[in-house]
Structures are given as C-alpha cells and as structure tokens.
C-alpha cells in the first residue's frame, strides 16, 4: 500500500470508528426507540462507508459500489418496517419509552 493509500484508510478509518462507536452507544444507552433507530442508521452509514473505502483501496471498487448499494436498499427496507413498527407502539402505549414494553406478555 501507498503512504497516500494508508493516510487516506487512517483518515476514513478513524471516522468510521467514531461513527460506529456514536452509533451503539445510541443503541445501548437510550430507552426512546427513535433515537435507538437513528444509532441503527449512524451504524450502518458507517458499515457503507468501510465498504466503500475496503473496495477503494483493494482496487475492485465495483464490487464495493454493488455491495454498498444492497445494504442501503435493505437499511431502508428495515428502517421502513422498523418506523412502522414504533408509530404502532406509539399509538398504543403513547410513549416511546421501552418501559413499558417490558410488560409485554405473549
């Protein structure tokens, strides 16, 4: 690999981290499921940009373009039925806390 090549990996590398890193602590911390999506969104996001920059700089950056296409196509697949999913238990418990859903039988 080039200097240039690894700057750019430790750069882009870097950043990704942060998002990852931003993005489970979403997931993890939070009891409100929107922001528990948007830490699904910011984890995805930086899985698409890891592939990008793999794809980049292994020289076969179609297959990078192909696969980053597929995941957002199924992010936003699953984000829809996700959203969905949340605008129902709000109407039902008029709340996005997950509190409440631990009482959930069934």
Do not use: W
């Not at 090549?5 to 499921?33: K, Q, S």
């Amino acid at each position: 690999m080039s200097s240039e090549a690894l700057r750019l990996f430790a750069v882009f590398g870097f950043g990704v981290v942060l998002v990852l890193a931003t993005g489970f602590y979403c997931v993890v911390t939070t009891r409100n499921m929107i922001r528990a999506l948007i830490g699904l969104e910011l984890l995805t996001k930086a899985v698409t940009v890891l592939l990008v920059l793999a794809g980049y700089l292994s020289g076969r950056i179609g297959l990078a373009q192909a696969l980053a296409i597929t995941l957002i196509v199924i992010e936003v697949a699953v984000i829809v039925v996700a959203v969905g999913i949340v605008l129902n238990l709000y109407r039902h418990h008029q709340s996005l806390d997950t509190e409440p859903l631990r009482n959930l039988k069934g």
